[in-house]
């Protein structure tokens, strides 16, 4: 499995709380492009807050420049 796919399965995980989803869009160069559907629930009503994409996009550039400081990644929000 790719330094991509991994970062995308890690991050899925926490994402499906809201019942949001990732999808990986690819590489090009050193750039990890990620889609990014949030779930539901913006409100925190029911206790599960959607995180915002630039959040999470620190999150995973973060978890990133441990495995690999030479890779960077982009998180773009979808509908």
Do not use: W
Not at 27 to 49: F, M, Q
Not at 57 to 65: D, F, G, K, R, V
């Amino acid at each position: 499995m790719s330094v991509a796919e991994n970062l995308v399965q890690q991050f899925q995980r926490m994402v499906n709380f809201d019942g949001g989803k990732l999808t990986l869009l690819g590489v090009e160069g050193n750039l990890i492009r990620i889609a990014y559907k949030s779930g539901t629930d913006p409100t925190c009503e029911d206790g599960v807050c959607v995180l915002p994409h630039l959040e999470l996009q620190a999150l995973m550039s973060e978890t990133l420049a441990r495995r690999d400081p030479n890779l960077q990644v982009r998180v773009e929000p979808v509908n």
